[in-house]
Protein backbone atom coordinates (compact mmCIF):
# COMPACT_ATOMS: atom_id res chain seq x y z
CA UNK A 1 0.00 0.00 0.00
CA UNK A 2 1.20 3.34 -0.58
CA UNK A 3 1.87 5.26 2.10
CA UNK A 4 2.81 8.35 1.00
CA UNK A 5 1.78 9.89 -2.61
CA UNK A 6 3.62 12.40 -4.90
CA UNK A 7 1.27 13.22 -8.04
CA UNK A 8 3.32 14.86 -9.85
CA UNK A 9 6.46 13.66 -11.41
CA UNK A 10 7.05 16.81 -12.45
CA UNK A 11 6.61 20.28 -11.98
CA UNK A 12 8.15 23.09 -14.18
CA UNK A 13 7.39 26.99 -12.71
CA UNK A 14 8.63 30.43 -13.67
CA UNK A 15 11.29 32.32 -11.52
CA UNK A 16 9.72 33.98 -9.05
CA UNK A 17 6.32 32.27 -9.34
CA UNK A 18 4.78 30.07 -6.17
CA UNK A 19 5.14 26.63 -6.48
CA UNK A 20 3.53 23.95 -4.57
CA UNK A 21 4.55 20.27 -4.24
CA UNK A 22 2.05 18.03 -3.05
CA UNK A 23 2.29 15.59 -0.59
CA UNK A 24 -0.47 13.26 0.62
CA UNK A 25 -0.16 10.06 3.28
CA UNK A 26 -2.31 7.01 4.57
CA UNK A 27 -2.15 6.86 8.02
CA UNK A 28 -4.63 7.10 10.78
CA UNK A 29 -2.32 7.98 13.46
CA UNK A 30 -0.26 10.78 14.08
CA UNK A 31 2.78 10.71 11.58
CA UNK A 32 6.18 12.39 11.60
CA UNK A 33 6.62 13.80 7.88
CA UNK A 34 9.34 15.65 6.25
CA UNK A 35 10.27 17.00 3.13
CA UNK A 36 13.65 15.63 1.29
CA UNK A 37 15.68 17.56 -1.67
CA UNK A 38 17.83 16.26 -4.02
CA UNK A 39 19.91 18.85 -5.76
CA UNK A 40 21.75 17.72 -8.77
CA UNK A 41 25.29 15.52 -8.41
CA UNK A 42 24.38 15.81 -4.15
CA UNK A 43 23.34 13.79 -2.22
CA UNK A 44 19.73 13.72 -0.79
CA UNK A 45 19.21 15.95 2.55
CA UNK A 46 16.41 16.75 4.67
CA UNK A 47 15.16 19.88 4.28
CA UNK A 48 12.74 20.53 6.62
CA UNK A 49 10.30 18.18 9.06
CA UNK A 50 6.44 19.13 10.23
CA UNK A 51 7.83 18.50 13.82
CA UNK A 52 9.85 21.86 13.60
CA UNK A 53 7.39 24.17 11.63
CA UNK A 54 10.36 25.92 10.09
CA UNK A 55 10.74 27.68 7.27
CA UNK A 56 14.09 26.09 5.68
CA UNK A 57 15.16 28.32 2.13
CA UNK A 58 11.79 29.98 2.15
CA UNK A 59 10.18 26.77 1.81
CA UNK A 60 7.23 25.99 4.57
CA UNK A 61 5.20 23.15 4.92
CA UNK A 62 2.09 22.25 6.97
CA UNK A 63 0.34 18.80 7.83
CA UNK A 64 -3.30 19.05 7.64
CA UNK A 65 -4.29 16.03 9.31
CA UNK A 66 -7.95 16.56 7.79
CA UNK A 67 -6.85 16.88 4.54
CA UNK A 68 -3.53 13.86 5.08
CA UNK A 69 -1.23 16.26 3.13
CA UNK A 70 1.97 17.90 4.04
CA UNK A 71 2.37 19.93 0.49
CA UNK A 72 5.27 21.85 0.39
CA UNK A 73 5.19 25.64 -0.83
CA UNK A 74 7.29 28.74 -1.86
CA UNK A 75 5.53 31.90 -2.53
CA UNK A 76 8.63 32.89 -4.72
CA UNK A 77 10.58 30.30 -6.56
CA UNK A 78 13.94 30.92 -7.09
CA UNK A 79 16.28 28.40 -9.82
CA UNK A 80 18.26 26.79 -7.32
CA UNK A 81 15.70 25.54 -6.16
CA UNK A 82 14.95 23.15 -9.52
CA UNK A 83 15.89 19.51 -7.47
CA UNK A 84 14.12 16.36 -6.91
CA UNK A 85 11.75 16.64 -4.10
CA UNK A 86 10.49 13.82 -1.96
CA UNK A 87 8.45 13.75 1.10
CA UNK A 88 8.72 10.79 3.45
CA UNK A 89 6.53 9.64 6.64
CA UNK A 90 7.65 8.05 9.87
CA UNK A 91 5.39 6.22 12.16
CA UNK A 92 5.94 7.72 15.59
CA UNK A 93 6.58 4.44 16.98
CA UNK A 94 8.74 3.01 13.95
CA UNK A 95 12.27 3.67 12.92
CA UNK A 96 10.89 3.00 9.42
CA UNK A 97 10.85 5.84 6.67
CA UNK A 98 8.19 5.48 3.97
CA UNK A 99 8.94 8.21 0.78
CA UNK A 100 7.06 9.02 -2.12
CA UNK A 101 7.73 8.62 -5.53
CA UNK A 102 9.34 12.08 -5.78
CA UNK A 103 8.58 15.46 -7.62
CA UNK A 104 11.35 16.58 -9.98
CA UNK A 105 10.93 20.46 -9.88
CA UNK A 106 12.53 23.06 -12.73
CA UNK A 107 12.50 26.65 -12.47
CA UNK A 108 12.62 28.36 -15.26
CA UNK A 109 14.43 31.29 -15.78
CA UNK B 1 34.26 13.85 9.75
CA UNK B 2 33.94 12.62 6.66
CA UNK B 3 29.60 11.85 7.27
CA UNK B 4 28.31 9.12 5.60
CA UNK B 5 30.58 7.63 2.93
CA UNK B 6 29.79 4.66 0.65
CA UNK B 7 31.91 2.30 -1.53
CA UNK B 8 31.88 1.66 -4.46
CA UNK B 9 30.82 4.30 -6.59
CA UNK B 10 30.09 2.52 -9.37
CA UNK B 11 29.74 -1.26 -10.51
CA UNK B 12 28.34 -3.05 -13.21
CA UNK B 13 28.04 -7.05 -12.90
CA UNK B 14 27.00 -9.85 -14.49
CA UNK B 15 23.53 -12.45 -13.83
CA UNK B 16 24.42 -14.18 -10.67
CA UNK B 17 27.68 -12.43 -9.70
CA UNK B 18 28.16 -11.70 -5.86
CA UNK B 19 29.26 -7.95 -4.70
CA UNK B 20 28.86 -6.06 -1.18
CA UNK B 21 28.62 -2.43 -0.93
CA UNK B 22 29.89 -1.18 1.89
CA UNK B 23 28.51 2.31 4.08
CA UNK B 24 30.36 3.68 6.63
CA UNK B 25 29.62 6.32 8.47
CA UNK B 26 31.83 8.28 11.43
CA UNK B 27 28.99 10.30 13.14
CA UNK B 28 28.74 7.18 15.86
CA UNK B 29 24.79 6.96 14.97
CA UNK B 30 22.50 4.41 16.15
CA UNK B 31 20.37 3.68 12.97
CA UNK B 32 21.60 2.73 9.70
CA UNK B 33 19.51 2.13 6.18
CA UNK B 34 20.15 0.92 2.81
CA UNK B 35 17.52 1.90 0.05
CA UNK B 36 17.21 1.83 -3.53
CA UNK B 37 15.80 4.35 -5.53
CA UNK B 38 14.22 3.64 -9.15
CA UNK B 39 12.80 5.49 -11.62
CA UNK B 40 9.52 6.52 -10.98
CA UNK B 41 9.27 4.79 -7.73
CA UNK B 42 11.15 6.66 -4.92
CA UNK B 43 13.35 5.78 -2.53
CA UNK B 44 12.42 2.07 -0.92
CA UNK B 45 14.28 0.78 2.37
CA UNK B 46 15.81 -2.94 2.07
CA UNK B 47 16.83 -3.14 5.03
CA UNK B 48 17.62 -1.28 8.32
CA UNK B 49 19.71 -1.73 11.57
CA UNK B 50 18.85 -0.30 14.87
CA UNK B 51 22.16 -0.62 16.26
CA UNK B 52 25.74 -2.98 16.52
CA UNK B 53 24.70 -6.52 15.85
CA UNK B 54 20.66 -5.77 14.80
CA UNK B 55 18.96 -5.81 11.22
CA UNK B 56 15.51 -6.11 9.90
CA UNK B 57 13.77 -6.40 7.02
CA UNK B 58 12.10 -3.16 5.19
CA UNK B 59 9.69 -3.27 2.15
CA UNK B 60 11.97 -4.82 -0.18
CA UNK B 61 14.22 -6.97 1.53
CA UNK B 62 14.53 -10.12 -1.15
CA UNK B 63 17.40 -10.98 -2.89
CA UNK B 64 19.83 -8.61 -0.60
CA UNK B 65 21.47 -9.36 3.02
CA UNK B 66 23.15 -7.11 5.62
CA UNK B 67 25.47 -7.62 8.60
CA UNK B 68 26.33 -4.62 11.44
CA UNK B 69 29.21 -5.93 12.61
CA UNK B 70 30.60 -2.69 13.58
CA UNK B 71 28.54 0.25 14.99
CA UNK B 72 29.74 2.68 12.24
CA UNK B 73 29.35 -0.16 8.85
CA UNK B 74 26.28 -1.28 7.43
CA UNK B 75 26.72 -3.71 4.38
CA UNK B 76 24.64 -4.86 2.29
CA UNK B 77 24.90 -7.92 0.47
CA UNK B 78 23.64 -9.68 -3.06
CA UNK B 79 24.43 -13.41 -3.10
CA UNK B 80 23.56 -13.74 -6.86
CA UNK B 81 22.87 -10.40 -8.71
CA UNK B 82 19.41 -9.91 -11.43
CA UNK B 83 18.96 -7.18 -13.30
CA UNK B 84 15.89 -6.49 -11.41
CA UNK B 85 18.62 -5.32 -8.99
CA UNK B 86 20.12 -2.33 -11.21
CA UNK B 87 19.53 0.19 -9.07
CA UNK B 88 20.85 3.27 -7.34
CA UNK B 89 21.50 2.04 -3.58
CA UNK B 90 21.57 4.97 -1.29
CA UNK B 91 22.76 4.66 2.70
CA UNK B 92 21.49 6.62 5.56
CA UNK B 93 22.52 6.80 9.08
CA UNK B 94 20.23 8.47 11.97
CA UNK B 95 21.15 9.24 15.62
CA UNK B 96 19.14 8.13 18.50
CA UNK B 97 16.90 10.74 19.82
CA UNK B 98 14.28 13.13 18.93
CA UNK B 99 15.46 14.44 15.87
CA UNK B 100 15.04 11.49 13.88
CA UNK B 101 17.40 13.17 10.82
CA UNK B 102 18.50 11.01 8.57
CA UNK B 103 22.20 11.63 6.70
CA UNK B 104 22.65 10.37 3.41
CA UNK B 105 25.74 8.70 1.43
CA UNK B 106 26.29 9.70 -2.39
CA UNK B 107 24.52 6.59 -3.36
CA UNK B 108 26.31 3.41 -5.58
CA UNK B 109 25.07 3.24 -8.80
CA UNK B 110 25.04 -0.75 -9.28
CA UNK B 111 23.98 -2.00 -13.19
CA UNK B 112 23.33 -5.65 -13.22
CA UNK B 113 23.92 -7.42 -17.20
Known amino acids: AQRVTQPEKLLSVFKGAPVELKCNYS??????LFWYVQYSRQRLQLLLR??SRESIKGFTADLNKGETSFHLKKPFAQEEDSAMYYC???????????FGTGTSLTVIP | NAGVTQTPKFRVLKTGQSMTLLCAQD?????MYWYRQDPGMGLRLIHY???????AKGEVPDGYNVSRLKKQNFLLGLESAAPSQTSVYFC????????????FGPGTRLTVL
Open chain 2, 92 to 103: ASRPQGAKDTQY
Open chain 1, 27 to 32: YSGSPE
Open chain 1, 50 to 51: HI
Open chain 1, 88 to 98: ALKYNTGNQFY
Open chain 2, 27 to 31: MNHEY
Open chain 2, 49 to 55: SVGEGTT
